[in-house]
């Protein structure tokens, strides 16, 4: 898929066929999050898959009540990991593993959307609950819970137009 097509063709997806998806798949969607870029290449982000019902289950009830959470055949939880940049560079350490994490989760939708799967990027949750259910190393933070599975819907385009946020500061 042409970059341009799947940056303005991508949209969140809500809706799963039941058909599950295979590990190979998944492999596929990591190998693309850790492409991203990252603070100093330390990769200071982790990533939880969930396939198991009643985990992903507990997940939705952590994300107050989502339901496509516990619909989704799949979900990948991607973590920051600021200990790990901390050692390095401190303060910035926190926000430089949100960042990388972030990356990551983008490169992973838009690689979803390449194969014609459907992903929403969801970051509504109690971090703490989070936490627990899948049992997080200390100060390992979830970032998002991505829901993954073949797509039962094709949301229509919304504006992108989001010129307005930019300022320009030129010659
Ligand atoms: C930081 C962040 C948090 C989000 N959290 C949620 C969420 O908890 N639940 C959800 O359904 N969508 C969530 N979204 C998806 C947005 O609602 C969606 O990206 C936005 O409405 C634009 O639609 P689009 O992705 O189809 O372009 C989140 C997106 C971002 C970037």
């Known amino acids: 898929m042409d970059l341009k097509q799947a940056l303005e063709g991508r949209r969140s ?14 492999t596929d969607l990591l190998q693309a999050a ?4 990252s603070a ?23 994300a107050f009540g989502q339901s496509h959470i516990a619909r989704a055949p ?3 939880v991607v973590c920051a990991d600021p200990p790990r940049s901390s050692r390095r560079y401190g303060d910035r350490g926190g926000l430089y593993a949100v ?11 838009l ?15 109690d971090d703490h609950l989070v936490r627990d259910i899948l049992g997080l190393e200390e100060g390992v933070l979830p970032v998002a819970i991505i829901s993954l599975g073949w797509p039962d819907e094709s949301p229509p385009a919304s504006s992108r137009e989001g010129m307005e946020a930019v300022r320009w500061e030129v010659d």
């Open 40 to 62: 100093g290449n330390l990769r200071a982000r982790r990533y939880v898959v969930v396939t198991r019902e009643e985990m992903r289950r507990a997940l939705s009830l952590a």
């Open 34 to 37: 850790e492409c991203a870029p």
């Open 74 to 76: 799949a979900l990948v």
């Open 13 to 26: 997806v809500r809706r799963y066929q039941r058909r599950p998806l295979s590990r190979e798949i998944i």
């Open 99 to 109: 960042q990388d994490a972030d990356a990551a989760i983008m490169c992973l939708i």
């Open 111 to 125: 690689a979803a959307h390449d194969r014609g799967l459907g992903a929403c990027w969801n970051g509504a949750f």
